[in-house]
């Protein structure tokens, strides 16, 4: 496909449309002479040109004749500008799309990074969610204590450990649901993407 192509049909269209335009402005013109009919000093016109040259002189032009053949041109120059509309727009869709396949490339080149990248960070939330299971069963054990004993303190803040909850269910699930890292995987296999 050529840039000249395009161009040229770009000025071909934009010809036509400044075409449908003066036919536009003719037919209103026609329009307007068949409203008002044939006036006496354009018949007299008509008689002047016979008399001056009667071999090549047209008696009158009528309006309605000419409006009608100035629809028929408008109608051809629409149909010609929607043929060239639909060309050029299909020339434009091309070149858009061989424009555009780099860029897609070099985007969908990301998804098996960002497989192994999540699938190191699933691998790391899941070892800190045994972790977590493993202190809060031992700390469950010993809370009734606590509140026998509010003056022992414990030798950690608990609550410092919520940021290894926040992805918890995104990454490993919750074991009731899946997770959305398993159903990211989901729609990348739907999809044909390669995930290694």
Same mark, same amino acid.
């Given at each position: 496909?050529?840039? #000249?192509?395009?161009?040229?049909?770009?000025?071909?269209?934009?010809?036509?449309?400044?075409?449908?335009?003066?036919? +536009?402005?003719?037919?209103?013109?026609?329009?307007?002479? %068949?409203?008002?009919? =044939? #006036? *006496?000093?354009?018949?007299?016109?008509?008689? !002047? !040109?016979? +008399?001056? /040259?009667? $071999?090549?002189?047209?008696?009158?032009?009528?309006?309605?004749?000419?409006? !009608?053949?100035?629809?028929?041109? @408008?109608?051809? /120059?629409?149909?010609?500008?929607?043929? @060239?509309?639909? =060309?050029?727009?299909?020339?434009?869709?091309?070149?858009?799309?061989?424009?555009? $396949?780099?860029?897609? *490339?070099?985007?969908?080149?990301? %998804?098996?990074?960002?497989?192994?990248?999540?699938?190191?960070?699933?691998?790391?939330?899941?070892?800190?969610?045994?972790?977590?299971?493993?202190?809060?069963? +031992?700390?469950?054990? %010993?809370?009734?204590? =606590?509140?026998?004993?509010?003056?022992?303190?414990?030798?950690? #803040?608990?609550?410092?450990?919520?940021?290894?909850?926040?992805?918890?269910?995104?990454? %490993?699930?919750?074991?009731? /649901?899946? #997770?959305?890292?398993? @159903?990211?995987?989901?729609?990348?296999?739907?999809?044909?993407?390669?995930?290694?």
């Amino acid at each position: 496909m050529k840039d #000249s192509e395009i161009s040229d049909l770009r000025g071909r269209l934009a010809e036509l449309e400044h075409e449908a335009d003066g036919l +536009i402005a003719r037919q209103a013109v026609l329009y307007q002479q %068949v409203a008002k009919g =044939s #006036s *006496d000093e354009q018949v007299d016109q008509a008689a !002047r !040109r016979l +008399i001056a /040259n009667p $071999k090549t002189a047209v008696l009158q032009v009528d309006p309605q004749a000419e409006l !009608r053949s100035t629809a028929e041109q @408008l109608t051809t /120059n629409r149909r010609a500008q929607a043929i @060239l509309s639909k =060309s050029l727009g299909l020339l434009e869709l091309r070149e858009g799309h061989a424009a555009a $396949k780099p860029a897609f *490339d070099k985007a969908v080149a990301h %998804v098996p990074k960002l497989a192994a990248a999540l699938a190191a960070l699933e691998a790391a939330q899941a070892a800190a969610t045994r972790d977590l299971r493993a202190f809060e069963a +031992i700390d469950g054990a %010993v809370a009734g204590l =606590s509140a026998q004993h509010p003056e022992e303190r414990a030798p950690y #803040s608990e609550w410092q450990l919520a940021p290894l909850r926040t992805w918890q269910t995104e990454l %490993v699930g919750d074991g009731f /649901n899946r #997770s959305k890292l398993d @159903l990211w995987r989901q729609e990348c296999a739907e999809l044909g993407l390669k995930l290694d």
